[in-house]
């Protein structure tokens, strides 16, 4: 009896050993393939709206492309055009019979017309592409840009351009393209009278604030379809030079916008 | 369990593995490496199902064939998962495996338990080594997300066969020698080993009836 006894331990616990062993070993098993087609499936629907958003993004900047296709040409069109129909008509005045004083008048006109289209041209010229980008880098494009808006509008730029940084001609027209367009935002919907923009490096990363102190709006509660061309524009832009964006605005707060974007490293290793 | 059912489900088991060693001759040249693999390691348990029970009717002592079965197994089982684990684990890792699990067998059959004696130290060992590389599959194929179909892939179908042969059989081969005096229990446990072991042979046959999409 003692020694059937002393089986009886071994045994139970053997038989509820493996019971237990197994049963972990299913659950394990279940766990791990339930898991893992979930996990795909998680992925697939993020490469998929991944996809989605790169396709919206592209057909924002087409729509943005025309947007700006048509301003020029109503620029074209309603300044130039009435301008220089203007000069036409005063030089269809002059003949040689006129009096001096009469031909001195006209001369005058025609001269201020065409003065008014030059600069005119010049305007349009410059909002379709800065001379300074090119030439003098971004940091004099963006002083000549908040110089020109601070002129013609009640607005006054704050700008800090840190020396250091160094951006390609792709990064520099996207960034300058950026500032145009958050802008252009802030005269026409937010009523500022500052604008803080900064460019600087912090670590080995670019940041750029640009901070209006408008009327603010609730961008957290905008849907992706009450988004304005500007902002997707915006975002279409700092996506395609690798940038992460966030903006920032709630009413009466103003608009805060950061931008950053980690630098390459331009450091020269040591030659012989 | 009844003598008689469990002689039968021993015998199943010991058959069972012709099932994987029929799909070896069929789709061999079809498979890729890792099946070749599994293919090899069919047929040494073939082998070992067919030492194991001629000896058991000559009435001899068939244990010295398991300890060196339970060495070939090993093998096969680490050089299979480590064309599945790497990076997960360097190269170095399997070869120390291998190599460590070799010296621990040798010591096992002839130091500690002898030839002739159950391997109740070096089986459980692999038992849990196994177990362990399998669930690194799960937790590499978890983390790399790469394998979409994954009822295609051969080793899926092996580290299932492993975590539930391995972890039904673990008690049986720790506690096996612990029982041995009593026949009715030895018959029960080796009973329901055999019904595991079916399981492992069944998932051998899913591995190699697979197509792997890679």
């Given at each position: 009896?003692g020694?059937?006894?002393?089986?009886?331990?071994?045994?139970?616990?053997?038989?509820?050993?493996i019971?237990?062993?197994?049963?972990?070993?299913i659950?394990?098993?279940?766990?791990?393939?339930?898991?893992?087609?979930?996990?795909?499936?998680?992925?697939?629907?993020?490469?998929?709206m991944?996809?989605?958003?790169?396709?919206?993004?592209?057909?924002?900047?087409?729509?943005?492309q025309?947007?700006?296709?048509?301003?020029?040409?109503?620029?074209?069109?309603?300044?130039?055009?009435?301008i220089l129909?203007?000069?036409?008509?005063?030089?269809?005045?002059?003949?040689?019979?006129?009096?001096?004083?009469?031909y001195?008048?006209?001369?005058?006109?025609?001269?201020?017309?065409?003065?008014?289209?030059?600069?005119?041209?010049?305007?349009?010229?410059?909002?379709?592409?800065?001379?300074?980008?090119?030439?003098?880098?971004?940091?004099?494009?963006?002083?000549?840009?908040?110089?020109?808006i601070?002129?013609?509008?009640?607005i006054?730029f704050?700008?800090?351009?840190?020396?250091?940084?160094?951006?390609d001609?792709?990064?520099?027209?996207?960034l300058?393209?950026?500032?145009q367009?958050?802008?252009?935002?802030?005269?026409?919907?937010a009523?500022?009278?500052?604008?803080?923009?900064?460019?600087?490096?912090?670590?080995?990363?670019?940041?750029?604030?640009y901070?209006?102190?408008?009327?603010?709006?609730?961008y957290?509660?905008?849907?992706?379809?009450?988004?304005?061309?500007?902002?997707?524009?915006?975002?279409?832009?700092?996506?395609?030079?690798?940038?992460?964006?966030?903006?920032?605005?709630?009413?009466?707060?103003?608009?805060?916008?950061?931008?950053?974007?980690?630098?390459?490293?331009?450091?020269?290793?040591?030659?012989? | 369990?009844?003598?008689?059912?469990?002689?039968?489900?021993t015998?199943?088991?010991?058959?069972?593995?012709?099932?994987?060693?029929?799909?070896?001759?069929?789709?061999?040249?079809?498979g890729?490496?890792?099946?070749?693999?599994?293919?090899?390691?069919?047929?040494?348990?073939?082998?070992?199902?067919?030492?194991?029970n001629?000896?058991v009717?000559?009435?001899?002592?068939?244990?010295?064939v398991?300890?060196?079965?339970?060495?070939?197994?090993?093998?096969l089982?680490?050089?299979?998962?480590?064309?599945a684990?790497?990076?997960?684990?360097?190269?170095?890792?399997?070869?120390?495996l291998?190599?460590?699990?070799?010296?621990?067998?040798?010591?096992?059959?002839?130091?500690?338990?002898?030839?002739?004696?159950?391997?109740?130290?070096?089986?459980?060992?692999?038992?849990?080594?196994?177990?362990?590389?399998?669930?690194?599959?799960?937790y590499?194929?978890?983390?790399?997300l790469k394998?979409?179909?994954?009822?295609?892939?051969?080793v899926?179908?092996?580290?299932?066969?492993?975590?539930?042969?391995?972890?039904?059989?673990?008690?049986?081969?720790?506690?096996?020698?612990?029982?041995?005096?009593?026949?009715?229990?030895?018959?029960?446990?080796?009973?329901?080993?055999?019904?595991?072991?079916?399981?492992?042979?069944?998932?051998?046959?899913?591995?190699?009836?697979?197509k792997?999409?890679?």
């Amino acid at each position: 009896m003692g020694e059937t006894n002393a089986l009886d331990l071994p045994v139970y616990l053997i038989f509820f050993g493996i019971m237990g062993m197994l049963l972990l070993a299913i659950a394990v098993i279940v766990f791990f393939l339930v898991y893992q087609k979930r996990l795909f499936a998680q992925r697939e629907s993020i490469r998929l709206m991944e996809a989605a958003h790169q396709k919206n993004l592209l057909q924002y900047s087409f729509e943005a492309q025309e947007a700006e296709r048509k301003r020029i040409a109503s620029d074209l069109h309603d300044d130039m055009g009435s301008i220089l129909s203007a000069a036409r008509i005063y030089l269809r005045q002059l003949n040689p019979d006129k009096k001096t004083s009469e031909y001195q008048e006209i001369k005058e006109e025609t001269t201020e017309l065409l003065d008014s289209a030059i600069t005119r041209l010049r305007v349009i010229a410059h909002n379709l592409f800065p001379p300074n980008l090119d030439r003098f880098g971004l940091k004099e494009a963006c002083v000549d840009f908040c110089g020109r808006i601070e002129k013609v509008n009640n607005i006054k730029f704050s700008l800090y351009f840190d020396d250091a940084l160094h951006f390609d001609k792709k990064e520099e027209l996207a960034l300058y393209r950026i500032l145009q367009e958050l802008t252009n935002n802030t005269l026409k919907h937010a009523q500022a009278s500052t604008i803080d923009l900064v460019f600087h490096k912090v670590g080995g990363n670019f940041k750029m604030l640009y901070r209006d102190n408008g009327v603010g709006f609730s961008y957290d509660l905008l849907k992706i379809e009450e988004k304005g061309l500007g902002l997707k524009t915006i975002e279409s832009r700092a996506n395609a030079i690798g940038a992460q964006l966030s903006i920032m605005s709630e009413p009466d707060k103003g608009m805060t916008v950061k931008l950053s974007k980690p630098l390459p490293d331009y450091s020269v290793t040591s030659t012989s | 369990m009844d003598r008689f059912l469990a002689e039968r489900l021993t015998d199943f088991s010991m058959y069972s593995v012709i099932v994987p060693t029929i799909i070896v001759f069929i789709k061999f040249r079809f498979g890729n490496d890792t099946q070749k693999w599994i293919s090899v390691l069919v047929l040494i348990t073939l082998l070992g199902e067919v030492l194991l029970n001629v000896l058991v009717r000559y009435h001899d002592n068939n244990l010295p064939v398991l300890h060196f079965f339970t060495v070939c197994q090993f093998v096969l089982f680490v050089l299979i998962f480590e064309k599945a684990l790497i990076p997960l684990f360097p190269p170095v890792f399997f070869k120390s495996l291998i190599i460590g699990f070799l010296i621990f067998a040798f010591f096992d059959a002839f130091l500690f338990n002898g030839l002739k004696n159950f391997n109740s130290n070096s089986r459980p060992l692999s038992s849990f080594i196994l177990i362990f590389l399998a669930l690194s599959f799960f937790y590499k194929t978890l983390k790399e997300l790469k394998i979409k179909y994954l009822e295609k892939e051969p080793v899926l179908w092996l580290s299932i066969g492993v975590i539930l042969y391995f972890s039904g059989s673990l008690f049986i081969f720790i506690f096996t020698n612990y029982v041995r005096n009593s026949n009715e229990v030895l018959l029960t446990l080796w009973g329901i080993h055999a019904i595991f072991n079916i399981v492992l042979n069944l998932s051998y046959s899913a591995a190699l009836w697979v197509k792997p999409t890679h």
